[in-house]
């Protein structure tokens, strides 16, 4: 089992920056890959980024050049630091790990852009 605990969400104008950490706890040997995906109201969640055991990593086109995925192993722990936070990025933000077989998911951080 494991466990992913979210953080760093909250309220930021357009334009600016938020950086959101996951940490995981449990059998974090048996991790993989993890991530960050996201839901807006009323629509399916998606990829936002993604990081390998490695440190390969992917984007949605949505955010590339903007948003940055970043992992710390030694500390189980995930980051995804977002720049030039626009409009339509407001979402429930949810932390994503993988393990052979299964994945797991943290209970999710809301991101609010104001104009």
């Known amino acids: 089992q494991v466990q992913l605990v979210e953080s760093g969400g909250g309220l930021v104008q357009a334009g600016g920056s938020l950086r959101l950490s996951c940490v995981a706890s449990g059998s974090t040997f048996s991790i993989d890959a993890m991530g960050w995906f996201r839901q807006a109201p009323g629509k399916q969640r998606v990829l936002v980024a993604h990081?390998?055991?490695?440190?390969?990593?992917n984007y949605a086109d949505s955010v590339k050049d903007r948003f940055t995925i970043s992992r710390d192993n030694a500390k189980n722990t995930v980051y995804l630091q977002m720049n030039s936070l626009k409009l339509e990025d407001p979402a429930i933000y949810y932390c994503?790990?993988?393990?052979?077989?299964?994945?797991?998911w943290g209970q999710g951080t809301q991101v609010t852009v104001s104009s």
């Open positions: 994503w790990s993988s393990v052979p077989g299964r994945n797991y």
């Open positions: 990081i390998s055991s490695g440190g390969s990593t």
